[in-house]
């Protein structure tokens, strides 16, 4: 069940003009079902960012290779307000074998936050994080959506449940302008790992700034245990600005529909899987990790450096076999996969998309398996440039 706790230093930003925020939720009232008037939505959006704030953008202000966090260890991300989700945040399995109704509450919030070192962007979120909660339910269930918007809202918002069967999933249903609150239900007929995201137009931009998130359906016998779960999703980030920039970003509509993102992230923000919330184990446990990809436009070849998946449920369907000694599994956006493996020997593991250039927009994150060593599967020298684990 989704959690609507707010994390810790995460508050709104509410310095905005009244005239803009009048002007954005007069015409989103007006929005039938949130389907509609899309160019009108579209043009009062881009209106209020026609002056938008000013940035370092100089040479001076891009930093160096961001692949070198693949092989050595990063700077410490700054403080500040934070939406990455912590990839442990998951649910426990679910032990039950009868269905149901399960209440998930879902708050669009808009906030203002970290996005590198240097920048800070203004995300569009589920509950505070990107991505939302991780929702966990059992075929068969009933699950009752509660979404609100609240009234500090810019934009108004929804939720698309790949989950669902019926009518857009839910959006129209869920549509809600600033102060408003929507509700629906659905029975959760088909087990398996799915995305939900926003779908009030222009669709894509409210992904890409981040409503994007998981639900798992677990089949009636439930997943194999493992020792540790993780979710991970991996999305996109328009700004106006060019990658490496400093102060408040600019989502950018053209860069958005050219597909030509500044920013590739793990879990919200470049460093989100790396200085705030690495992935951690230990030698001999099992892992499975939760991988999906809000997009809203590139596939990404997820890989853990040094690792091979033991198995994979590709596409995310748990009711077929997986496939087994995998190097990397393709996830399309708007999609999820599952993949488990034994920890055999300690060390630092690296998640990227093997599109490997994107690790220099800022997609890494690290697997920190500790325990005894074991040479007979993996033996290397010491080497002072090893930035070990």
Not at 209 to 222: A, R, T
């Amino acid at each position: 069940m989704a959690q609507t706790t707010d994390k810790s230093g995460i508050a709104a930003k509410q310095e905005v003009s009244i005239s803009r925020r009048s002007m954005l939720v007069g015409s989103l009232g007006a929005t039938v079902g949130g389907l509609l008037a899309t160019d009108a939505l579209l043009a009062e959006a881009h209106a209020a960012h026609a002056t938008p704030p000013k940035v370092d953008v100089g040479h001076g202000s891009h930093p160096g290779s961001l692949s070198n966090r693949i092989y050595s260890v990063n700077p410490a991300h700054p403080g500040g307000a934070d939406i990455a989700e912590n990839p442990t945040n998951i649910p426990p399995a679910i032990t039950r074998r009868e269905p149901a109704t399960v209440r998930v509450d879902l708050e669009t919030k808009e906030i203002e936050a970290n996005l590198d070192g240097k920048a800070r962007f203004r995300f569009w979120t589920f509950n505070g994080t990107v991505p939302g909660p991780f929702i966990r339910v059992r075929v068969g269930d009933t699950v009752e959506v509660h979404l609100k918007n609240p009234q500090d809202s810019w934009m108004m918002h929804n939720v698309d449940f790949h989950a669902a069967t019926g009518p857009g999933g839910g959006a129209t249903a869920t549509t809600a302008a600033p102060g408003e609150e929507r509700s629906f239900t659905f029975k959760a007929l088909n087990p398996g790992i799915y995305v939900y995201h926003c779908a009030v137009p222009p669709v894509a931009l409210h992904i890409a700034n981040g409503m994007y998130g998981l639900i798992l359906v677990e089949p009636e016998e439930g997943l194999p245990p493992v020792d540790r779960e993780f979710y991970v999703m991996q999305g996109e980030i328009y700004t106006e600005e060019p990658f490496g920039s400093s102060g408040l970003l600019t989502e950018s509509y053209d860069k958005l529909l050219n597909e030509r993102p500044e920013y590739f992230v793990f879990n919200g923000h470049v460093g989100a899987l790396t200085e705030h919330y690495p992935l951690r184990a230990k030698v001999g446990e099992t892992v499975r990790i939760y991988m999906g990809v809000g997009g809203p436009n590139y596939s990404s070849a997820f890989h853990v450096i040094g690792e091979i998946f033991d198995r994979a449920y590709q596409m995310g369907s748990v009711t077929s076999e997986p496939i087994t000694n995998v190097q990397s599994i393709l996830v399309p956006p708007g999609s999820a996969n599952i993949v488990e493996f034994k920890c055999e020997v300690p060390g630092r593991f690296v998640l990227v998309d093997h599109a490997l250039s994107r690790a220099e927009r800022g997609l890494a994150g690290y697997l920190i398996v500790e325990g005894p060593e074991n040479p007979e599967v993996f033996n290397a020298p010491p080497n002072e440039h090893d930035s070990g684990h």
